[in-house]
């Protein structure tokens, strides 16, 4: 019996795992100067949970590399320490991959990563359950619906969901008083 996994892939999957390692490692000579360094075994981690998220999602990745994008746009993040760095990156790439499906693959790979980190690192303040539930929600929403109505993913997302109240919605001088005599007077 032939295994589907084993049929389309052009890299046997130990050495697209040991390739994934080493690249992943290799981006601690950057990551370093903000304090955060990943070791080999947080590295398989990191590979095992890019492979456990594609296959969650039914899809496949030629290049790789995504995983060093992530690493590589979110390292400067205010938000990251090494107490908690391996535990944001699992997230942020099984993120990205739901997402990445979500959002019907209308946004290229940089251009969802630049997203999640400006949200990430904005509206979000550091939180990825913030990021998953309310950013990348109301993303992948309008995408679905066709308002990709966004030109730079990038820009700031201060102050998305502040509203502006026009002079219709204020309610501030209702003439209508319940507990005044005759308060029906003019209403009739």
């Not at 080999?40 to 899809?59: I, P």
Request: aromatic share 12%.
């Amino acid at each position: 019996m032939i295994k589907l996994k084993e049929t389309f892939s052009l890299i046997p999957s130990s050495i697209a795992e040991k390739l994934a390692i080493t690249e992943i490692i290799h981006c601690n000579s950057i990551t370093a100067r903000y304090g955060l360094t990943l070791k080999e075994s947080e590295a398989k981690e990191l590979a095992y949970t890019r492979t456990e998220s594609l296959s969650k999602v039914g899809r496949i990745e030629f290049s790789g590399g995504t995983i060093n994008k992530l690493i590589l746009a979110f390292c400067d993040s205010p938000y990251l320490s090494q107490f908690h760095y391996a535990e944001t990156l699992h997230e942020l790439i099984e993120t990205f991959y739901y997402f990445k499906n979500e959002s019907l693959d209308e946004l290229d790979d940089d251009e969802l990563i630049a997203y999640m980190k400006q949200a990430f690192n904005h509206t979000c303040q550091g939180s990825v359950d913030l990021l998953q539930t309310r950013e990348l929600e109301n993303l992948a929403r309008k995408i679905r619906f066709g308002l990709r109505d966004f030109n730079d993913l990038s820009k700031d997302l201060e102050g998305v969901f502040e509203d502006d109240p026009t002079e219709e919605d204020d309610f501030s001088e209702d003439p209508f008083d319940p507990y005044q005599e005759n308060s029906m007077e003019g209403w009739i």
